[in-house]
């Protein structure tokens, strides 16, 4: 069984800052893509950044410049660094990883439950 684990949300105020993290445990052979989602009150899901295995990223044009999305791939952790939190910021944010478990012959999209964000301004 393969379960994603998010932690590091909570209340900040505006222009504040906090770290994600989302580990990733079980019978994981491979991870390839992995991202950060977010969803407000109300709203759609959408994404938020990506990190390839080499380690290449994409974000939201919403958060570029103020998120940093990182990955350790020895712990199958991947990491969201919020800076200059604004209050539109407020969601619940998923993180997501494509992994191949041991045994599997393709790639499955796993979802964490969620981590709620509040920016309060």
């Known amino acids: 069984q393969v379960q994603l684990v998010e932690s590091g949300g909570g209340l900040v105020q505006a222009g504040g800052s906090l770290r994600l993290s989302c580990v990733g445990s079980g019978s994981i052979f491979s991870i390839n893509a992995m991202g950060w989602y977010r969803q407000a009150p109300g709203q759609q899901r959408v994404l938020v950044a990506t990190i390839t295995s080499g380690g290449s990223t994409a974000y939201a044009d919403s958060v570029k410049g103020r998120f940093t999305i990182s990955r350790d791939n020895a712990k199958n952790t991947v990491y969201l660094k919020m800076n200059s939190l604004k209050p539109e910021d407020t969601a619940v944010y998923y993180c997501?990883?494509?992994?191949?478990?041991?045994?599997?012959?393709?790639?499955?999209?796993?979802w964490g439950q969620g981590t709620p964000v509040t920016v309060s301004s």
């Open positions: 997501t990883a494509g992994i191949l478990s041991f045994g599997a012959v393709r790639y499955i999209v796993y």
